[in-house]
């Protein structure tokens, strides 16, 4: 059987948060700590830790820490839990899984307080659901896994985009878990990953996973997607979604509405695979995240690539409508057209 990594890019560790800091990747593997909530905010915000599932883990940890730093009293600890989950929330708008996380957490507190608990059973309380809420994570990236595989044949060469791996997540995978799903089936793949400016996350996290795992990958520029899918024989997309709407829109990393449209042109299949946490069971619509323009008109925060000051656009996310999508792979089972449909069932079984 082939051997795969395992990294997790947070981690309980004695009372503190742990956690890659993917900014430093593929130079360099370090790891930070702490035990305050502003520290993680500003660590999310930096996309020290990043990708959906992962910043929702990050901030289950984070209100971990809300309670087990707010002695002895357990209206005082409501209280600060309450005010830090703001504090988590305002982090980043778009990953609706940021929310799902919080909200778990602080109904979890709630109705500890509610029903008289005493504060050292709250704060053991809030530890042991983050950890679960990470391990939940990583078991429904193995089972979307496993689904998923179904759909990849050997011989595919599948075109990703941004980084829907174990860093991304509690520690596996999402698009990137049925990607090594499949590889560790025996199945003969290749992977072209987009570079994913302007912080290429494909570039410098996603080739990283793969190298690690010997998955074959090739590397492109966002505007050789067209080129690779006409030329390079690509015959699948696959990419994770920061947040799902009932009706199959899908937001995710910004270039993904593009790359669906090259996809449709070529009668290429369109996957995008993600846990039923990612899922907005409101649907109120997406806010995108638009982060500072000077992340375009500098390389990685060093090198200068435009004139300065130039006006720059920068949304993190894109939507791409239901109707480019061809399959939405969850841990839960495959929803396909009609999503709406599709969709409320996988929402309604199970946990
Ligand atoms: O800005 P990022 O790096 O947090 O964006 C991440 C993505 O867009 C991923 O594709 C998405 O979160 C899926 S993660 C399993």
Not at 69 to 75: A, D, E, H, R
Not at 202 to 216: H, M, S
Not at 243 to 272: E, Q, S
């Amino acid at each position: 059987m082939r051997r795969i990594s395992d990294i997790k890019p947070v981690e309980w560790r004695d009372g503190k948060i742990a956690w890659m800091d993917q900014t430093k990747l593929p130079w360099k593997e370090e790891w930070k700590e702490s035990e305050s909530v502003d520290d993680l905010a500003r660590a999310i915000k930096r996309l020290e830790i990043r990708g959906a599932p992962a910043i929702g883990v990050a901030a289950a940890y984070g209100l971990a820490i809300s309670a087990s730093n707010s002695g002895g009293n357990l209206k005082t600890a409501l209280r600060r839990i309450r005010d830090d989950a703001v504090t988590l929330g305002r982090t980043r708008p778009t990953a609706v899984n940021l929310f799902w996380a919080i909200d778990r957490m602080v109904k979890m507190a709630e109705r500890l307080a509610e029903q008289g608990a005493a504060p050292e059973q709250l704060k053991q309380a809030m530890v042991d659901e983050a950890i679960m809420i990470q391990n939940e994570d990583i078991e429904s990236n193995k089972r979307m896994g496993k689904l998923g595989n179904r759909l990849i044949r050997d011989g595919d060469v599948i075109l990703t985009h941004c980084n829907a791996g174990a860093l991304a997540t509690g520690g596996y995978g999402t698009s990137y878990g049925v990607i090594r799903t499949a590889w560790q089936a025996g199945k003969d793949i290749r992977v072209i990953a987009t570079q994913t400016a302007p912080l290429y996350q494909g570039a410098r996290l996603t080739v990283w996973e793969l190298k690690r795992d010997r998955i074959p990958v090739t590397l492109i520029t966002d505007s050789m997607a067209a080129y690779a899918m006409k030329n390079a024989g690509v015959t699948k997309v696959l990419l994770g979604a920061d947040r799902v709407l009932m009706n199959g829109d899908v937001a995710n990393k910004i270039g993904t509405y593009g790359i669906a449209i090259l996809a449709k042109r070529h009668d290429i299949p369109f996957l995008v695979a993600a846990p039923v946490s990612t899922i907005d069971r409101k649907s109120t619509g997406i806010v995108i995240e638009q982060r500072d323009p000077a992340e375009v008109r500098n390389v990685l925060g060093k090198l200068a690539i435009t004139v300065p000051d130039v006006p720059a656009l920068n949304p993190a996310f894109d939507v791409t409508p239901n109707e480019l999508v061809s399959a939405i792979i969850t841990e839960r089972g495959i929803a396909k057209a009609p999503y709406r449909p599709a969709l409320r069932k996988i929402v309604s079984t199970g946990g």
